[in-house]
Structure formats: structure tokens, C-alpha cells
């Protein structure tokens, strides 16, 4: 039966031929594989071809970086209390590096960039399909065109659009403007014409509905380009798709950028445009805090300058009185400690007037204000207890004293602080400064073609010597004599060997008709 297993006395395995297995060693897979290198070297060179194509078709992406920096003016309010200046505790709220990140990516920052750097309106010169970008020339001037293919872009030509508006069915939607001899033809699908314009003038529709205003225009006449203008919000996507905005250290406040583009030039371009966009909108936003805090303070001037005429008053009469006190070195203790609690109250009041005006009530800068004034309150109320232990020509003393030293100091640095508001407002005062700039990338950010060419070639081999064992697998044959006894149930005495060199005299004797077809003379060292 053919699916007998052949006896230890078979012919096959008496002529010493194996039986067939399952197993697969190290020598037939050697073999297998010196035997299809050919297919091998095939495949690795197709598949880094493909990677080559890939490079040399693929659309170049450019990628920029910057870095900017946050600094909190204020710390905390616990800082600002330490140091007991109006002038720190006012000039904004601690700075919070996530929230910098999300107003660099909000619609009102970019919103400045797009409208600067004109992100909503594409122009793109169209080239001959697949081979026309590689075979597309410098930028020094319009090249000239192969015979007939004179509609084709090849290297050279510029298109800058400062302006276009559209209807929304257009938006989103390719249109093709071609260069005349005199100016430029803007159609529509199918070959519509929409309008007829020249560079540096603002053209538009017979309707009205359709404006464009071309800036630049070097091209040969008859080059064709891609003119698309996008819808806002497909704008900001696609911005926002592009752009990477993170803390590049945690609690530092320096915040990377960094942008990828089509070109080297717009890349950097708008990395810059979004820090100066940044800038602008920080300084502005201090620029409010310091007019609203100056308000605020020009409110209360008055108020501690009558606080302060009062006190001077109180304590004039009381010196006429009684003449002027002799203070003692326990109650000088005492007074220096009230008239720095005294102090640190009024400022903080004054900073929880302003946070009031800015804030909600469930504000945190708010209840951390209040708690901070309970914390003052509770060391007053500890002191006033001492003072009234105190002599009551003391007492006195301590009061007149501590009130008109507390808005003396108070009402100077309310006159300082209006003054630094002043700079604030004016813009010279900034918490945000630029680090680093973006520059000008050198290389393409992709496509990376010497990592591509060097990853295609381990993958080339590994699809060859995948395509080697699937083929084996698929084609299965018969490699021993024994197999043929097995499935056959035919006895074998005799096997002759596989020889390469016996279809290789064929091949040349059917091709010339002449030459040793006769592999024993022709090579008497083969096995066969």
C-alpha cells in the first residue's frame, strides 16, 4: 500500500536513503536556500527600490523648533507675602505651564498666524504625474519644458496669493489657475472660468462672490497651478495636526515648539509668527492686568492719603497732650511686630479687592487670600491681647504709632506701584520671553531616505527568504528516493543525483546545434 512504512530491509534503505520526516535540518534548509538566492536577491531588490521611489516621490516634510519660556512673577501668594510688596502681588496670578500650552494652541493665537502667514489659501504649481517632482529643476528661474508637455510645471515657478475668498461650495475644492501672456485665468471644474486677473492688482468674479489678489506670478505662460482655499475650521485642523506644543521639563515653564511643513521657509516662518503671536497676547493680556490694577489703586489713594492725614492728626493731638511719649524697648517690640501684621493685612485686602474683580467667588486665588487674611486677623488678635497688658499711656502709644508708620508705608508703595504699572502697561514688562527661535531646517524631516534604504534592505531578504519558504510549502516535491517507496509502494535500487550542468548543455545545444550534449565528457568530476 502506498501509505506503508517501508521495512528496515526496503530497497530504499538499503541504497541508504532516508525515511521521510517531519523534521527539517540545518543542511536542507541551507540548501533551500543557496538555491533560491537568485529569488532572494530578487526580492531585496525590489522591495529597496520601492523604498528609493518612495524617497524620491514622496512630498518633503520640514520640520521647525522653538522654545519659549514662562516666568511666574509671583511664586504664590505665600512668596509675595514674605516679601510684603504691593507691587509683586499684583502683577498677575501665578503662571500655570499648562494652561500657557493650551492658549499656544488655542484659535485665538493661531488664528493670528493663519491670517499673517495666509494657511488658509493653497498654491501648488502642477508637474507631469509621478516623475515630475524628481525630474523638476532648481528655483532660480521658470525651467523651460519638454516639446509638448509645455501645460506641466518643471522647476522654477512661483505663485504667492495675498487674498482670496470664495463662496462655501468652493471652499476646500482644487481650482486650476493658468498663466496667460498678460496675466493669469482662474476655472472652475470642467474647465469653468471664474475670472481673469493680473499680479498686483485684486480680481474678481462677474458676480462678485469670487476675489483673489495675486501677490507674485513667475511662471511661463501656459503653466497651470492648484489653487485651493480652505474653510476656517479645516485650516485650524490642519494646523493643529501639524504643530506639537509641550513643557519640555516639568514645573520649568520652558515650553518646545515645533511645526512641520511642506517647505523649509514655512516651517520656520510659523514657528516664529505663533512666538510673536504668543508674545503679543501675553503682553496685551498684562498690559489689561496692569491698566486694571492701576484703577484700582488710583481708587484707593485717596483713601489711605486721608487714612494717613487723620492718623498724623490723632497723634499731633496727642502729643499736645501729653507730650511727646517715651517709648519703651518692650513696647517698641511690640509696635515693630503690629505695624508688620498691620502691613501685611492691607496688602493683602488690597490684592483680594483686585481678585475680586478678575475672579468668581469659588476662585482658588480667592480663598487662598481669605485664609492668608484669617492667618493675619488670628496673629493680631494675639498681639492685641499683649498690647493690653500694656500701660495704658503705651497702649496708646503702640496705636498712634502703628497706624500712621502702616499708611505711611502703605501709601509709598501704592505710588510705586503705580508707577511700575505705568512700564507694565506700556509693554515693557513681559513674564514671556522667546529662548530660542526657530531657524531655518536644513534636511527634510521626512522622508529620512539613508534610514529608509537601510531598513528596506533587512526587510528585502526577510520577504525573499518568506517567499522561499512559501514556495516550498505550496510546491511540495519529492527529495529522497524513499519518499517515492513510501507513497508508491514501487521499490527503488537506483537514484541518479540532480544536475545543473546537464540542462545547462541542453540549453546551449538547442540554442547553436552543435557542442557535447554527453555529461560524462563534458564534466566527468559531477555526481550524476
Known amino acids: 500500500m502506498a501509505n506503508e512504512t517501508l521495512s528496515i530491509n526496503s530497497p530504499g534503505s538499503a541504497l541508504g536513503y532516508p525515511l521521510e520526516t517531519h523534521e527539517v535540518s540545518l543542511r536542507e534548509t541551507f540548501e533551500l536556500l543557496r538555491a533560491g538566492r537568485w529569488t532572494i536577491l530578487i526580492a531585496t531588490a525590489v522591495v529597496v527600490l520601492m523604498a528609493a521611489a518612495l524617497c524620491l516621490l514622496s512630498t518633503p516634510a520640514y520640520r521647525s523648533t522653538g522654545v519659549v519660556q514662562v516666568d511666574d512673577p509671583t511664586r504664590s501668594v505665600k512668596d509675595a507675602i514674605a516679601r510684603k510688596a504691593v507691587t509683586a502681588m499684583l502683577l498677575g496670578s501665578p503662571v500655570q505651564t499648562t494652561g500657557?500650552?493650551?492658549?499656544?494652541?488655542?484659535?485665538?493665537t493661531l488664528d493670528r498666524v493663519i491670517e499673517q502667514l495666509h494657511l488658509?489659501?493653497?498654491a501648488r504649481p502642477l508637474r507631469f504625474p509621478l516623475l515630475g517632482k524628481a525630474l523638476a529643476g532648481g528655483d532660480a528661474a521658470p525651467a523651460g519644458a519638454w516639446w509638448g508637455f509645455g501645460r506641466w510645471a518643471w522647476g522654477g515657478e512661483q505663485l504667492l496669493i495675498e487674498e482670496m475668498e470664495v463662496?462655501?461650495?468652493?471652499l476646500n475644492q482644487s481650482l486650476v489657475l493658468k498663466v496667460t501672456a498678460d496675466g493669469y485665468v482662474l476655472s472652475g471644474d470642467w474647465g469653468r472660468e471664474l475670472l481673469r486677473g493680473r499680479p498686483g492688482q485684486l480680481a474678481s468674479s462677474a458676480d462678485g462672490r469670487i476675489r483673489i489678489n495675486v501677490a507674485?506670478?513667475?511662471a511661463r505662460p501656459g503653466v497651470r497651478f492648484g489653487v485651493t482655499r480652505f474653510s476656517h475650521d479645516d485650516t485650524v485642523k490642519t494646523v493643529l495636526e501639524n504643530l506639537t506644543v509641550e513643557e519640555l521639563a516639568t514645573s520649568s515653564g520652558v515650553i518646545g515648539i515645533s511645526y512641520t511643513a511642506s517647505s523649509a521657509e514655512r516651517a520656520r516662518d510659523f514657528v516664529n509668527a505663533l512666538q510673536a503671536a504668543y508674545l503679543q497676547q501675553h503682553g496685551e493680556k498684562h498690559s489689561a492686568n496692569a491698566k486694571a490694577s492701576k484703577q484700582?489703586?488710583?481708587?484707593q489713594l485717596p483713601r489711605l492719603r486721608e487714612q494717613l492725614a487723620e492718623a498724623q492728626r490723632e497723634l499731633s493731638d496727642y502729643e499736645r497732650e501729653h507730650g511727646t511719649p517715651n517709648v519703651a524697648a518692650e513696647t517698641q517690640m511690640v509696635l515693630k511686630n503690629s505695624l508688620g501684621l498691620n502691613t501685611r493685612r492691607l496688602e493683602l485686602q488690597t490684592e483680594l479687592d483686585r481678585a475680586r474683580q478678575l475672579y468668581?467667588?469659588?476662585?482658588?486665588?480667592i480663598k487662598e487670600l481669605l485664609q492668608a487674611i484669617g492667618s493675619v486677623e488670628r496673629e493680631q488678635a494675639r498681639l492685641d491681647e499683649r498690647i493690653d497688658t500694656l500701660p495704658p499711656l503705651q497702649q496708646d502709644v503702640v496705636t498712634l504709632s502703628r497706624d500712621i508708620k502702616t499708611y505711611t508705608q502703605l501709601y509709598n508703595d501704592v505710588n510705586a506701584s503705580m508707577q511700575n504699572y505705568d512700564v507694565a502697561q506700556a509693554g515693557a514688562v513681559s513674564s514671556v520671553h522667546v529662548v530660542d527661535p526657530a531657524s531655518?531646517?536644513?534636511k527634510p524631516y521626512f522622508p529620512r531616505t539613508p534610514v529608509i534604504l537601510l531598513l528596506a534592505l533587512p526587510l528585502g531578504l526577510i520577504c525573499g527568504v518568506l517567499w522561499i519558504f512559501v514556495q516550498r510549502a505550496l510546491l511540495r516535491g519529492l527529495d529522497h528516493p524513499a519518499d517515492i517507496e513510501q507513497r508508491t509502494g514501487v521499490a527503488v535500487y537506483a537514484a541518479v543525483p540532480y544536475s545543473p550542468m546537464q540542462g545547462k548543455l541542453d540549453r546551449s545545444y538547442r540554442k547553436t546545434g552543435q557542442g557535447q550534449r554527453m555529461l560524462a565528457a563534458s564534466a566527468p568530476e559531477d555526481d550524476a
Open 100 to 108: 500657557e500650552v493650551q492658549i499656544l494652541r488655542s484659535r485665538r
Open 120 to 122: 488658509d489659501i493653497e
Open 167 to 170: 463662496p462655501e461650495t468652493l
Open 216 to 218: 507674485t506670478l513667475r
Open 296 to 299: 484700582l489703586l488710583e481708587k
Open 360 to 365: 468668581g467667588p469659588d476662585n482658588a486665588k
Open 440 to 442: 531655518e531646517p536644513f
